[in-house]
């Protein structure tokens, strides 16, 4: 008998403080959500821009659709990880188990994300929008982790298919940074890669680039050797100028060899630091280029609340996605079950597969369906990309399309 009450009294306990956990961070009318990012150092322009999307959508969500989640309010907490995984984990726990946020929302970088990716798992709490294409925050998938942009290994595939299907190259020499990310996009060619083997479309060469190197040359004297039709350059801002520079440089001709880099690196800023170098580089994109009604809205709201003179950078456009999404995600929890708790938000964002993928903002077909242990397709993020490519130092479609599905090209 005491045995019995002994088990009974620690499961009531774990009840409670799993019952109390779910519902931290709504206060009242507040729903508290946190974000860690890099807000200082190298990447801090990265974690701004996206702190000035996020924090533009929420005092749009306040002011003009808190009414839609029963008139409650966001309150947005962002912690600077400097980019260090250890300051990653420690700002998540903060948040977590002081700040008792309801959610995480908004987050940048892989080593920071993965270095935390175990905690956040354990505790539960929903985490939406990472800032990072990593394998890991899908496969396996976990349940409370809902991420957005595109995996790097969807980004290798959508570059294959295109030099295969719109540039009508065969040869590929790739430049990858030498990291978990750069693992991801070699990955995501490999796989696609027997899918064209009637075109015989094939990587000729495969040079790993990493943050210590200043002398990129050797590299592009490989790209000339080889004489490829298209050149992949996945690495991320100066390395990838680096690369674009050494084979400028070198006399490589960039209308016969295409170049192509990750959505990475394409905000209107790297015009500013390679100049005409960077016209005729083809970039990956993810966010829809919106149009009508919805883009004149994000307009009149980017001017109303972001509080800059700028037109918004892809930055921002990431962290108004993140806030857009988990926003989605309040009003279908509001709808579908009138309380908001961990459980509910997460079977909410668990219906964004019905009716073909969420396309109701400025992600394209989102579809998280419900969670499957083993099938890692339930914590996809978005499949479909296309390209923009830099003429007279600003980007412009890659192609005129009538329609979003003629534009994007789906991974799988």
Not at 3 to 10: D, F, I, R, V, W
Not at 36 to 57: H, N, R
Not at 69 to 88: A, N, R, W, Y
Not at 270 to 280: E, I, Q, T, V, Y
């Amino acid at each position: 008998m005491k045995k019995l009450l002994t088990l009974m009294s620690a499961l009531l306990f774990v009840f409670t403080a799993t019952f109390l956990s779910a519902d931290q961070g709504i206060e009242g009318n507040t729903i508290k959500i946190g974000s860690f990012l890099p807000l200082s150092g190298a990447l801090g322009g990265i974690g701004s821009g996206l702190k000035v999307g996020m924090e533009t959508y929420i005092k749009y969500f306040n002011a003009e659709l808190s009414g839609e989640v029963g008139g409650k309010k966001i309150d947005s907490i962002f912690l600077d990880d400097q980019f260090v995984p250890e300051k990653s984990y420690q700002a998540v726990k903060k948040l977590v188990e002081s700040d008792k946020v309801f959610a995480l929302v908004g987050a940048v970088g892989t080593p920071g994300i993965s270095a935390s990716m175990d905690y956040i798992v354990q505790k539960g709490i929903p985490f939406v929008y990472q800032g990072s294409g990593a394998p890991v925050l899908y496969a396996p998938p976990k349940r409370n982790v809902f991420p957005v942009q595109p995996s790097y290994i969807f980004e290798g595939r959508v570059m294959v298919k295109f030099i295969a299907d719109h540039l009508n190259g065969k040869k590929i020499f790739v430049v990858y940074q030498n990291d978990e990310a750069g693992e991801g996009v070699r990955e995501g060619i490999k796989e696609i890669l027997p899918d064209y083997k009637r075109k015989n479309v094939t990587v000729v060469k495969e040079v790993p680039v990493d943050r210590s190197m200043t002398d990129f040359s050797p590299v592009a004297t490989q790209i000339k050797q080889e004489q490829p039709d298209a050149v992949i350059v996945f690495a991320f801002g100066g390395l990838a100028v680096g690369v674009v520079k050494a084979a400028r440089e070198a006399g490589i001709d960039f209308q016969k060899i295409k170049f192509l880099t990750t959505y990475v690196n394409s905000d209107p800023i790297w015009f500013l630091m390679a100049g005409n170098m960077w016209n005729d580089i083809y970039c990956g994109a993810w966010a829809s280029p919106t149009t009508g009604d919805y883009y004149k809205n994000f307009m009149r709201v980017w001017k109303q609340y972001s509080g800059q003179k700028k037109d918004p950078s892809p930055y921002n456009i990431a962290g108004w996605i993140a806030a857009e999404t988990f926003v989605e995600g309040l009003k279908r929890t509001q709808k579908l079950f009138g309380s908001i708790t961990w459980n509910n938000f997460i079977k909410a964002m668990e219906t964004f597969n019905e009716k073909g993928g969420w396309s109701g903002g400025m992600a394209y077909k989102l579809a998280f369906k419900p969670f499957n242990a083993n099938d890692k397709t339930c914590r996809f993020p978005q499949e479909y990309l296309y390209f923009v490519v830099g003429v007279k130092k600003q980007y412009q479609l890659y192609k005129q399309a009538k329609t979003l599905e003629e534009l994007f090209i789906k991974a799988y």
